[in-house]
């Protein structure tokens, strides 16, 4: 009985292990995609900064020195 009990525990075991082996599978090409956008987004703020920092005409205040 011990015996049986065992090897339903290992089948059971590698079932699981391999099933979450392959649920993994899938994760790096989210991962690629997610990375992309993340570039996509920091180059857009990168260019809104520059933009924004073209147009500011404000003034320093030269009596602070």
């Known amino acids: 009985m011990k015996k049986v009990l065992a090897l339903m525990f290992a089948l059971a075991l590698s079932?699981?292990?391999?099933?979450?082996a392959?649920?993994?599978g899938d994760q790096p090409a989210d991962k690629t995609a997610a990375k992309k956008e993340?570039?996509?987004?920091?180059k857009?703020?990168?260019?809104?900064?520059?933009?924004?920092?073209?147009t500011d005409t404000t003034k320093k205040?030269?009596?602070a020195k």
């Open 15 to 20: 079932v699981s292990m391999s099933s979450f």
């Open 22 to 24: 392959f649920a993994q």
């Open 38 to 42: 993340q570039k996509a987004q920091k």
């Open 44 to 54: 857009q703020a990168k260019k809104d900064k520059k933009a924004a920092k073209k």
């Open 61 to 63: 205040d030269d009596t």
